[in-house]
């Protein structure tokens, strides 16, 4: 059966920086303090007037060029994100109006920080089944509108940008070779945004106590991070018949780099240099869009070589987690 493929990749980040030492300015803490715990140095923040839609398009548009195709080809939109512009209307539905596209299908998927995995097994299926020819997926992510400032705890993980994704039988690109997803809710108040949903509406107390803010249990979540991750890299190569020699980078979740070091750490032979970081060091956490960024830095940089195999991982609130092997052509 052929293969689905990515065949375009785009990525938008804000143009403002947040530095370390602006947070030594915002909350008691050190540029020192957060680099050797989570090895960010600055992160990207949305304007006021830029949502996550129009991250989301401009990233679209930029996948769709690198594609060589035209907004009316895209038969599917999928949209992963967090920091949706509304409950409802779908932040989809939003992008499919800026990219002026046809009446497609347009949809939302939440899988927190795991999105772009979940959403790229989600658009392979739909191509393989040959129900849609080339689908668009998204993660885009304004973090800066749940992180609580004030927290610094939380604060200096987060920042905002948008990736996409062209996913079609036709073309040249990564094929995705394998894809392996999981998640358990058992875990689920480790992380989360616990208010604005049907359980505890906006009210003067939910603001009050901070609940529209993305709350989360350090290092509870770290734990849970590293294991889950090493589980799908180690599912994922065992279903695509491969090991870890057979790769030439892994793009883990750019969360944190003392999390990438330990999973990395597990796998005796993939040496550091094939371990991608940068990421989380210049962008902090940015979510679902996290790894689809990674990737197009390293497509448009011409890092990864003929027939190279990428392995990301992923994992996120929920928790969701997930892997996926692709292969250059
Ligand atoms: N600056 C300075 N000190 C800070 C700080 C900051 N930004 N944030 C926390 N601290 C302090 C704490 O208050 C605590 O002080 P105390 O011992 O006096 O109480 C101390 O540092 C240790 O805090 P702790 O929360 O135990 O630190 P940690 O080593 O677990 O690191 C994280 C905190 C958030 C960096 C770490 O838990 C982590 O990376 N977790 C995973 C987060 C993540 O990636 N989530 C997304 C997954 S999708």
């Not at 973090?143 to 939380?154: E, P």
């Not at 032979?269 to 956490?285: C, P, Q, W, Y």
């Not at 689809?292 to 011409?302: F, M, P, R, S, T």
Request: hydrophobic residues 40%.
């Amino acid at each position: 059966m052929t293969k689905a493929k990515i065949i375009g990749l785009g990525s938008y980040y804000p143009e403002k920086v947040l530095t370390n030492k602006d947070f030594e300015k915002m909350v008691e803490t050190s540029d020192e303090w957060i680099r050797t715990r989570t090895g960010v140095e600055e992160r990207r923040i949305a304007a006021q007037d830029e949502f996550t839609s129009d991250m989301g398009a401009e990233a679209a548009k930029k996948a769709l060029r690198d594609a060589n195709l035209n907004e009316s080809d895209i038969d599917f939109i999928l949209v992963a994100t967090s920091t949706p512009d509304y409950i409802f209307p779908s932040t989809a539905c939003l992008i499919q109006e800026k990219l002026k596209a046809n009446n497609i299908p347009c949809l939302d998927i939440q899988a927190a920080c795991s999105g772009y995995v979940y959403a790229l097994t989600l658009a392979k299926s739909l191509v393989e089944t040959k129900t849609y020819k080339n689908v668009l997926i998204i993660a885009t992510e304004k973090l800066s509108s749940i992180v609580n400032y004030k927290d610094r705890k939380t604060a200096i993980l987060f920042g905002d940008a948008a990736a996409a994704s062209i996913v079609s039988l036709k073309g040249k690109g990564l094929a995705i070779k394998s894809t392996y997803l999981s998640a358990s809710g058992k875990e689920a108040d480790l992380l989360m945004l616990p208010a604005g949903g049907s359980r505890h509406p906006a009210s003067i107390e939910t603001v009050k106590e901070n609940k529209h803010f993305l709350q989360m249990q350090g290092k509870e979540v770290y734990k849970h991070a590293v294991r889950r991750m090493t589980e799908a890299i180690e599912k994922c190569l065992e279903q695509a018949n491969l090991t870890e020699k057979d790769i030439s980078w892994l793009i883990p979740h750019q969360a944190n780099e003392r999390i990438i070091d330990a999973i990395a750490k597990r796998f005796e032979h993939l040496e550091s240099d094939k371990v991608f970081k940068e990421v989380v060091r210049k962008f902090g956490n940015t979510s679902a869009s996290s790894v689809g960024l990674a990737l197009d830095i390293l497509k448009k940089e011409n890092r990864i070589k003929p027939k190279e195999k990428i392995l990301l991982s992923v994992f996120g609130a929920g928790f969701a987690w997930g892997a996926c092997i692709l292969e250059n052509d």
